[in-house]
């Protein structure tokens, strides 16, 4: 539907009064799109709540399938998704469906906002594994850090749409493996978010000692690719 009134807002040969009105559907029909998937992601949450159970992972692998979800997407545009990952898997005892859709969110929110570069990397550090995914695109304003997770808030970007309860969901499903998904306000360079999961000992033991280089230290690297 909002194709078709794209399509014959854009028509020439449409009168102009006519195209108003359908300008008028359009953003109304835009609306009601974005009520509907609301309703489809509170309704994921509770379906991935009712079945989450934990198994151990190896969130390399996870990293390198949620990504190469969107290589469709980005071969449409400008853009470069730099991974800085570590060869070793690294198994944590998580739930897998959950931690895809914490990935597939940021990485759809960074899709939609960067420039021209997106940085994937994991490090352990204080017994949590950090995964960042960060963008070169409008930082956001470090005031906000808190209220970009609160349910329907968007911020108010010309390119912004969707549902607004995407970042909401990702911290629930965060929170449930008693981990933490942030803004890191202390990136000065790049839009950073931050989900960290929690290690065992065992799991803390059978990590690598190679870690993934900062934000700063690939995006130094990566200037060739720009």
Known sequence: ILILLEKLASDNTVPDNVTDRL????????????????????RKADHLKSRFVKK?????????????????VIANKDITIHLDLPEEPIFVNCNEESVETIICNLLSNAVKF????????????????????NN???RIDPELSEKIFDAFYQIQRPDNYGSGVGLTFSRQLALMHEGKLYL?????????????LPLNDSE??????????????????SIDDR
Do not use: M, Q
Not at 23 to 42: F, G, T
Not at 56 to 72: G, M, N, P, Q, Y
Not at 114 to 133: F, K, P
């Open 23 to 42: 300008n008028s559907i359009r953003i109304n029909a835009e609306k009601l799109r974005k009520y509907c998937n609301d309703i489809l992601d509170l």
């Open 56 to 72: 151990t992972e190896d969130i390399v692998r996870l990293i390198k399938k949620s990504e190469s979800a969107f290589a469709t």
């Open 114 to 133: 960067a420039h021209n570069n997106i940085y994937i990397g994991c490090r352990v550090l204080n017994g949590y594994l950090r995964i960042a995914i």
């Open 136 to 138: 070169d695109g409008e």
């Open 184 to 196: 890191d306000i202390t990136e000065e360079k790049l839009t950073s978010f931050v989900l960290e």
């Open 204 to 221: 803390t033991d059978s990590i690598s000692a190679g870690a993934p280089k900062e934000a700063d230290d690939i995006a130094e690297n």
